[in-house]
């Protein structure tokens, strides 16, 4: 495996990872929310990543199953690893409650509102509020960890294909972003803090890359990539229907939510046959 593949593997899941930065970015200088346009930016990258699931990566994870362990067997190889990558980041989310989950996204408005809204003995509980951005980070670090793995895997095998993935995954972030650095700036009154910490949040991204990458890579067999590989297609698509989805049509954009998950199908498809 060529040293410039594995770093532009890397490189790419670092740029989704640190995207939390933008979200940070965000919450300082945009008093308010363009639901429309995130809106259609979630509903974008959802799209991108359910086709891209369906469509590319369970195929090439069954092909590369099938080929060594057999057409049945490595049809049902593939079909319970999907299903493991869906109960993997299920498990995660499961375990990670409340308000510190990045799946349960926040408009800006309602991170201002709800911290202006705290009780008056409350409202100056600056350790409280560093708590919840820390907490935060950390539920973010978590989630961001499989999906890390996920782009890296994906930019391994095929440069493109990591490119959309890495975008898509990006775009996901940025709200996430907004969670950490919003508490932590209230509680600081610091700005480089908050996005600091919102920064850092999203290295576990490239760590989970690095981390998969030195533990299967003497590992890194047919079997192993197909196994995966049908991991990662679980893993996006549950991020996709579990997150991505519900948030986009939560910010009061249903139509558009939808027409951004065809936008972002068209897209993958497009750039997939241009590559053929």
């Known amino acids: 495996m060529e040293t410039s593949h594995v770093l532009f593997a890397f490189g790419l899941t670092l740029f989704a990872g640190l995207s939390t930065g933008i979200g940070s970015a965000l919450a300082f200088f945009a008093r308010t929310t363009n639901t ?21 990566i369970f195929f090439k994870a069954k092909d590369a199953l099938v080929a060594s362990l057999g057409g049945v067997a490595g049809t ?3 079909v319970a690893s999907f299903f493991g990558g869906v109960l993997l980041i299920a498990i995660i989310d499961r375990f990670v409650p409340g308000y510190e989950n990045p799946h349960e996204l926040h408009t800006i408005e309602e991170m201002d509102q709800g911290l202006e809204n705290l009780p008056k003995n409350e409202a100056h509980d600056f350790g409280k509020l560093k708590r919840m951005g820390l907490f935060t980070a950390l539920a973010i670090g978590i989630h961001n960890f499989p999906e890390g793995l996920a782009t890296f895997t994906a930019a391994l095998t095929d440069p493109n294909l990591g490119i959309a993935i890495a975008v898509a995954i990006a775009i996901h972030n940025i709200p996430e972003g907004i969670a950490v650095s919003v508490p932590i700036y209230y509680a600081t009154g610091s700005r480089s803090k908050a996005f ?11 760590v989970g890359a690095l981390v998969g990458y030195l533990i299967l890579l003497p590992f890194f067999t047919p079997t192993v990539f197909g196994v995966l590989f049908a991991g990662v297609a679980g893993i996006m698509v549950f991020i996709s229907l579990d997150e991505l989805l519900p948030a986009a049509q939560e910010f009061g954009e249903p139509h558009s939510a939808i027409y951004g998950v065809i936008a972002g199908m068209g897209v993958m498809a497009v750039s997939l046959l241009l590559f053929l």
């Open 36 to 56: 429309k346009f995130l809106s259609v930016a979630l509903g974008f990258s959802a799209g991108v990543m359910i086709y891209v699931s369906f469509v590319e």
């Open 76 to 78: 049902w190889a593939t």
């Open 196 to 206: 600091k910490l919102s920064f850092l949040s999203g290295v576990s991204e490239p």
